[in-house]
T-cell receptor
Framework: AQTVTQSQPEMSVQEAETVTLSCTYDTSENNYYLFWYKQPPSRQMILVIRQEAYKQQNATENRFSVNFQKAAKSFSLKISDSQLGDTAMYFCAFMKARRGNEKLTFGTGTRLTIIP | DGGITQSPKYLFRKEGQNVTLSCEQNLNHDAMYWYRQDPGQGLRLIYYSQIVNDFQKGDIAEGYSVSREKKESFPLTVTSAQKNPTAFYLC?????????????FGPGTRLTVL
């Protein structure tokens, strides 16, 4: 079974600073996908960024980027120039890359607060 | 607008009663999922369905039941056998034909047992 670990239950950072959220996972699969989801106070889950394990290049979406270390099974999220709207719970998630097995395994989340 | 709707937003139930949570999507997605969210535990998979008239148990299916009679709908029934049903419930859907199969989430239903 796959497990996803987020070791930082809470973090806070000043507006405009950079923050990195950590995520590690355990799997015997070679092909898989990794995701970061954001859950703001509205509780709507929003996909932030995704990474395909077979791609060595780290994914980037505007101010959000990941540091994917496949050998270390690490998938951290970096938020640059943080904004008040980034305040949310952030969940790391894992999915096997197998047709018929598109289930997500989530970590326990990191509550991020951006301080004005 | 395409998306996923869940109703109601808040639901109250007396102990011993069954209750059904609604989930509808108009994204033409084949797969649908139900997750439960508790404080400090992230999201856990209850049931999922990849095609109409077929569904599989997730990690915490005990005390829950589902049906998938239409592609657009995947209702979840919380039965009286569920020992601790108070939680936030999220429905999601995804296509099966493009990878990665990003899951899109509904706004959720907060269930409280009185």
């Amino acid at each position: 079974a796959q497990t996803v670990t987020q070791s930082q239950p809470e973090m806070s950072v000043q507006e405009a600073e950079t923050v990195t959220l950590s995520c590690t996972y355990d799997t015997s699969e070679n092909n898989y996908y990794l995701f970061w989801y954001k859950q703001p106070p509205s509780r709507q889950m929003i996909l932030v960024i995704r990474q395909e394990a077979y791609k060595q290049q780290n994914a980037t979406e505007n101010r959000f980027s990941v540091n994917f270390q496949k050998a270390a099974k690490s998938f951290s999220l970096k938020i640059s120039d943080s904004q008040l709207g980034d305040t949310a719970m952030y969940f790391c998630a894992f999915m096997k890359a197998r047709r018929g097995n598109e289930k997500l395994t989530f970590g326990t989340g990191t509550r991020l607060t951006i301080i004005p | 607008d395409g998306g996923i709707t869940q109703s109601p937003k808040y639901l109250f139930r007396k102990e011993g009663q069954n209750v059904t949570l609604s989930c509808e999507q108009n994204l033409n997605h084949d797969a649908m999922y139900w997750y439960r969210q508790d404080p400090g535990q992230g999201l856990r998979l209850i049931y999922y369905s990849q095609i109409v008239n077929d569904f599989q148990k997730g990690d915490i299916a005990e005390g829950y039941s589902v049906s998938r009679e239409k592609k657009e709908s995947f209702p979840l029934t919380v039965t009286s056998a569920q020992k601790n049903p108070t939680a936030f419930y999220l429905c999601a859907s995804s296509t099966r034909w493009t990878a990665p199969n990003e899951q899109f989430f509904g706004p959720g239903t907060r269930l409280t047992v009185l």
